[in-house]
Antibody, heavy 118, light 110 residues
């Protein structure tokens, strides 16, 4: 059974870089799109971006200048870096798997809360 | 890339049907047949309940059904049950290989 697990610091200082890792187990990383999605407390979902097993990436235009998603298939992991964070980046961050073109997010991690505060 | 528009809340009594709308534009919902719906209980990860507008994943109750007309997709929950009380989000594939979510709808079972 496919499982995803987010990990990383729960507290990040303003202007710093938020870094999270998603570890995938129970299946191959190919040929899928690996996504990051976030949810501010009490608010809705926002797609951040994804990476394909080839390494190609797609990002939300509103976050593109600050986001980098990378992949390490040898460790069955993919990662999110979000730079220059502010309090508005405080959210529950989920990783999720999608299939091919236009595919839905079928598998999700449980989410990890990241708070931006000094 | 603006969020898809959903009603903030809908409610119904057990056994009734409720419908949630999801309005986008001719750049997302109106162009792609890749609308999906997710159910999220408090403190939990979202769960896929409808994909490609009308299809149900294995194991999802047939009380959930989806449809689409032009720029608006809809999710109908038939035979409302207490366990259906949750937040529901639509999502659509969008230009330049991106995704956009809806604003979310809280379903209350009276």
């Amino acid at each position: 059974q496919m499982q995803l697990q987010e990990s990383g610091p729960g507290l990040v200082k303003p202007s710093a870089t938020l870094s999270l890792t998603c570890t995938v187990s129970g299946g191959s990383m190919s040929p899928y799109y690996w996504n990051w999605i976030r949810q501010p407390p009490g608010k809705g979902l926002e797609w951040i971006g994804n990476i394909y097993d080839s390494g190609s990436t797609n990002y939300n235009p509103s976050l593109k200048s600050r986001v980098t998603i990378s992949l390490d298939t040898s460790k069955n992991q993919f990662s999110l870096n979000l730079s220059s964070v502010t309090a508005a980046d405080t959210a529950l961050y989920f990783c999720a798997r999608a299939g091919g073109y236009g595919s839905p997010f079928r598998y999700w991690g449980q989410g990890t809360l990241v708070t931006v505060s000094s | 890339q603006s969020a898809l528009t959903q009603p903030a809340s809908v409610s119904g009594s057990p056994g009734q049907s409720v419908t949630i709308s999801c309005t986008g534009t001719n750049s997302d919902v109106g162009t792609y047949n890749f609308v999906s719906w997710y159910q999220q209980h408090p403190g939990k990860a979202p769960k896929l309940i409808i994909y490609e507008g009308t299809k149900r994943p294995s194991g999802v109750s047939n009380r959930f059904s989806g449809s689409k007309s032009e720029n608006t997709a809809s999710l109908t929950i038939s035979g409302l049950q207490a366990e259906d009380e949750a937040a529901y989000y639509c999502s659509s594939y969008a230009p330049i290989s991106t995704y956009v979510f809806g604003t979310g709808t809280k379903v209350t079972v009276l």
